[in-house]
């Protein structure tokens, strides 16, 4: 049996979701893995990696047309799942550009639009950012306070939003703003006038993914820059859906990453006379992560079969996405303790991971957010 894929998992999957995977877990292991560490600790992001992530199509995966991959859910997820075994990072950059920016582009935008920017993005020629959250409080996007005002044929924004995943090297911003008629989303393009962007430095988490702040001072665009088929909140939530799904597999890698380096940790360590994989304790240990890892693929999978049918539910996002959050850091943290010392060198990887997941669990959504959502759909009554 394969550790981290007790159920078969893989076994299930069509040809075509065997061949994805496969090919994004060559371009980890062979261009991720050996270089990341070093990324992590000079707060870099391998942009290196743009190219070549492009040139396997996992930008824009699952749209159809304009350069797009037309992939299925599934093998999204197993994209995302392989990545985020290299570094969370990496799978956010992917969520991003793919989820986040191309999506409601492709979703809600005209064609000029799709046919303007989607073929750069999928070639990776063009970096997008996705700005919803302001520094005043993420959890409540309702409560936005950047604002886009009418002016002849243009609109004119003002505002701030805060911890956005590329924004100091994004070439594109979609900027969601609320405005007479509710929130509508933006096409803010670098170089406008009064549109800038800022690193947030000093990160301990998701070293090797850029996060920044965006600032908007009586930026103008033009009406053709607006996303006419997005009104209300319910516009970037829809973008949050897709980003949330790939998230709920993401992490399964991460977990799997650190599972893979313990397995082998303990089968070498010699504690008190016998490998430390031969006592009782440790063994439950493993026993418990495996079990947990198998529960979280299995969640994912039946959203992703779920999803290629269009039947999934914000609520099922949302269970998934808490569940497997919370095993994956649960996971990473167990398996830094299991490695003592070593635990918290470079040289290995969950504390890379752990400390990753600490972003992974709080962003799209935190696990109070996610839990009631299914409380409010289990209930009928919105608790937030
Ligand atoms: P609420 O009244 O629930 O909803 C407003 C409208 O939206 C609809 N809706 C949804 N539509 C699509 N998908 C969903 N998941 C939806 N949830 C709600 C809803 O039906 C309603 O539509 P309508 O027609 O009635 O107008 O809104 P609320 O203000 O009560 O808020 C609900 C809540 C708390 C769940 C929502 O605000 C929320 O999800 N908050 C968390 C915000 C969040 O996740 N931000 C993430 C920012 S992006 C990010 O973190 C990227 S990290 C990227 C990376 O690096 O990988
Ligand atoms: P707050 O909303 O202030 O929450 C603080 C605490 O209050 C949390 O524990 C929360 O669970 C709790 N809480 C909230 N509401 C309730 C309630 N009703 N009852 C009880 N407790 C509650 N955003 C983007 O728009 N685009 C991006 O690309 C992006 N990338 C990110 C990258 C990183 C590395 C990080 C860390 C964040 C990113 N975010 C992005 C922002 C992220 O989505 C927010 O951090 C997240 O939504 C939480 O918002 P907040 O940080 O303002 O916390």
């Known amino acids: 049996m394969d550790p981290v894929d007790l159920y078969d998992l893989r076994g299930t999957l069509s040809d075509e979701e065997r061949m994805v995977q496969d090919s994004v877990a060559r371009l980890v292991d062979e261009r991720v893995l050996p270089d990341i560490q070093r990324h992590f600790e000079e707060h870099t992001f391998p942009r290196e990696l743009v190219p070549e992530m492009a040139a396997l199509g996992l930008f824009g995966s699952t749209l159809e047309g304009y350069g797009c991959g037309g992939m299925n859910a599934v093998s999204y997820g197993l994209i995302c799942q392989e990545l985020e075994r290299g570094d969370s990072g990496i799978r956010s950059f992917v969520s991003v550009q793919s989820s986040l920016c191309m999506f409601p582009i492709h979703a809600f935008g005209t064609e000029e639009q799709k046919q303007r920017w989607l073929p750069g993005m999928a070639a990776g020629e063009v970096i997008g950012c996705f700005g919803l959250t302001e520094p005043h409080g993420g959890s409540d996007p309702a409560n936005m306070k950047t604002h886009a005002k009418r002016r002849g044929d243009d609109w004119v924004l003002n505002g701030a939003k805060m911890w956005i995943t590329n924004a100091p090297i994004a070439d594109l911003a979609i900027v969601w703003a609320r405005t007479e008629d509710g929130i509508r989303g933006f096409l803010v393009e670098r170089g406008t006038p009064g549109f800038t962007t800022r690193e947030i430095e000093r990160k301990f988490s998701l070293r090797a993914s850029v996060t920044g702040a965006i600032f908007l001072e009586d930026v103008v665009v033009p009406q053709a820059s607006m996303l006419r088929g997005a009104l209300g909140l319910k516009g970037p939530l829809a973008c ?77 996002v949302s269970l998934a996405k808490w569940n497997n959050c919370s095993m994956a850091l649960r996971v990473a943290r167990d398996a830094r303790d299991m490695l003592g010392g070593s635990g918290i060198s470079a040289e290995y990887v969950p504390i890379r991971h752990a400390l990753n997941l600490e972003s992974v669990i709080t962003y799209e959504g935190t696990e109070t957010v996610h839990q009631l959502t299914i409380g409010r759909e289990l209930t009928g009554i919105s608790a937030f």
């Open 240 to 316: 949050l859906n897709q980003a949330r799904y790939g998230i709920t597999w993401g992490v399964i890698g991460a977990a799997q990453a650190c599972l893979a380096q313990l397995l082998d940790y303990t089968q070498t360590r010699v504690l008190f006379g016998r490998p430390l994989a031969a006592t009782q304790a440790i063994q439950i240990r493993l026993a418990e992560m495996a079990r947990s890892i198998t529960m979280a693929q299995l969640l994912s999978l039946q959203l992703g079969r779920l999803k290629d049918v269009g039947r999934m539910q914000p609520a099922q």
